[in-house]
């Protein structure tokens, strides 16, 4: 008879990292990792150094809750060399 397969333990602090990180995206760019939790704004840029709403883009940034206007988030938004991602 065969003997049944043993339940793998659970890690504590992965399950706390779920747990906190839950929503969250994780995005890579050159090379970069980060994690982008609810309520961030990734903001991509095709020609990294353009500026647009007083602001110079890098290739991506990702701006946490408040710290883009909303008058910037809209002009960003008609930006065609931008890419914005809301993440909810």
Do not use: W
Request: with cysteine; net charge positive; hydrophobic share 35%.
């Amino acid at each position: 008879m065969a003997t049944p397969p043993k339940k793998p333990e659970i890690d504590p602090a992965l399950e706390d990292a779920k747990k906190a990180f839950e929503g969250s995206v994780a995005v890579t760019s050159n090379g970069h990792d980060c994690v982008v939790r609810p309520g961030e704004i990734i903001v991509i840029c095709r020609d990294p150094g353009f500026r647009r709403a007083g602001i110079e883009h890098k290739a991506m940034k990702v701006y946490k809750p408040g710290e883009l206007k909303k008058h910037q988030l809209e002009t960003l938004r008609t930006e065609p060399k931008l890419e914005i991602i809301e993440v909810g």
